[in-house]
């Protein structure tokens, strides 16, 4: 496969640089020409720098199973924080978790 590595090589150089074989997990090397440098994902599709469309098969290794930036998921979320994010108490959120589990 052919795709532009314009913007995607320089970024993945200098991360050879700070990270063995550029990545945080070995999982994540495609090789020194072939590891993609992903900037954004939606749905089932992640993009790297150079704008590449690539299907997202690993999905966050399972847990983005509704895909990246998922709309309601996104509200959901922005909806929580606005109340905080971690307490070191319990919260009425957690007991009503664990009553569902």
């Given at each position: 496969?052919?795709?532009?590595?314009?913007?995607?090589?320089?970024?993945?150089?200098?991360?050879?640089?700070?990270?063995?074989?550029?990545?945080?997990?070995?999982?994540?090397?495609?090789?020194?020409?072939?590891?993609?440098?992903?900037?954004?994902?939606?749905?089932?599709?992640?993009?790297?720098?150079?704008?590449?469309?690539?299907?997202?098969?690993?999905?966050?290794?399972?847990?983005?199973?509704?895909?990246?930036?998922?709309?309601?998921?996104?509200?959901?979320?922005?909806?929580?924080?606005?109340?905080?994010?971690?307490?070191?108490?319990?919260?009425?959120?957690?007991?009503?978790?664990?009553?569902?589990v």
């Amino acid at each position: 496969m052919s795709y532009s590595r314009e913007k995607s090589q320089p970024i993945f150089d200098r991360a050879l640089n700070v990270l063995v074989k550029g990545v945080s997990s070995n999982f994540r090397y495609l090789g020194d020409n072939e590891t993609p440098v992903i900037v954004k994902g939606k749905g089932a599709s992640v993009w790297d720098a150079d704008n590449n469309e690539f299907i997202d098969y690993r999905l966050g290794w399972g847990p983005i199973i509704l895909g990246h930036a998922d709309d309601r998921v996104n509200s959901a979320v922005a909806e929580a924080i606005q109340n905080g994010t971690t307490f070191a108490a319990t919260t009425s959120l957690e007991v009503e978790t664990a009553e569902l589990v």
